[in-house]
């Protein structure tokens, strides 16, 4: 069955790191990139970065999520990862995994989501 599996979303202080995983298995596997998004509560839902399985080229939402976000895959365990460091309380939200054609920002370039994540940061 077609599923994207999310987990690592925990409790972290500011400052802190965590790290996302997202585990692909039947169809989006198959689709040549995936990546994260986050939703805060009550926003819309906003990509921060995505990854080809193939190759790696990766695309990050800006080069401040870049300069905090780490995206990274292991094609053998079918799993793309999210190094989040320097975590910051805006950084709260669920955090979705998604598998599409396409490499792009928008959330409709997308064919396959997890159930997402939740990270939330407090002091």
């Known amino acids: 069955q077609a599923q994207l599996a999310e987990s690592g979303g925990r409790l972290v202080l500011p400052g802190g790191s965590l790290r996302l995983s997202c585990t692909a298995s039947?169809?989006?596997?198959?689709?040549?990139?995936i990546a994260w998004f986050r939703q805060r509560h009550g926003q819309e839902r906003e990509f921060v970065a995505a990854i080809r399985w193939i190759g790696g080229r990766t695309l990050y939402q800006d080069s401040a999520t870049e300069g905090r976000f780490t995206i990274s895959r292991d094609n053998a365990k079918r799993t793309a990862w999210l190094q989040m460091d320097r975590v910051e309380p805006e950084d709260t939200a669920v955090y979705y995994c998604?598998?599409?054609?396409?490499?792009?920002?928008?959330?409709?370039?997308?064919?396959?989501w997890g159930q997402g994540t939740q990270v939330t940061v407090f002091s």
């Open positions: 039947g169809r989006p596997f198959d689709s040549p990139a």
């Open positions: 998604a598998s599409g054609d396409y490499m792009r920002r928008e959330p409709d370039s997308y064919d396959y």
